[in-house]
């Protein structure tokens, strides 16, 4: 069931966008409703988008398993324009905030564990559907 408020949320949609909520929950739910995968929010975002823009990775962060149940939503512009690509480069780009203290070295870098998840998930969205490049010149 999708909220009857602005967001027009999913649970799916929640879950994804909370980062205390576990790959498994994801996959429960997905289980439960595949077309949940497909659902898009007043912003124009699958719950793979949401996923992406909340921070969460490829294989530990249940990103695959989003991409899985909608594989087209790889390539669905938000209401910003912005496919799921490039809202992860703003987010990796731009996010320090999206890090906690035990993700960051103590000069304030992030943590090697942190980075090569956030560029295997840039890299698997590349390789999912490398023709989105296009779209990004």
């Avoid at 921070?55 to 512009?77: C, V």
């Avoid at 943590?111 to 295997?120: A, R, T």
């Amino acid at each position: 069931t999708v909220e009857e408020n602005n967001r027009r949320w999913t649970p799916l949609h929640c879950a994804v966008s909370n980062p205390h909520v576990t790959v498994s929950v994801v996959e429960q739910i997905l289980n439960l409703d595949m077309n949940a995968a497909h659902a898009v929010d007043s912003k124009g975002r699958t719950p793979f988008h949401l996923g992406v823009v909340s921070g969460r990775y490829w294989n530990e962060g249940g990103l695959d398993l989003l991409f899985q149940a909608n594989p087209d939503a790889i390539e669905l512009a938000d209401v910003n324009g912005h496919i799921p690509l490039i809202a992860a480069l703003l987010k990796y780009s731009r996010d320090t905030s999206g890090t906690t203290a035990s993700d960051r070295n103590v000069d304030g870098s992030i943590e090697k564990d942190v980075f090569l998840s956030q560029l295997n998930t840039i890299y698997k969205l590349i390789r999912s559907s490398p023709h989105v490049l296009h779209s990004c010149i």
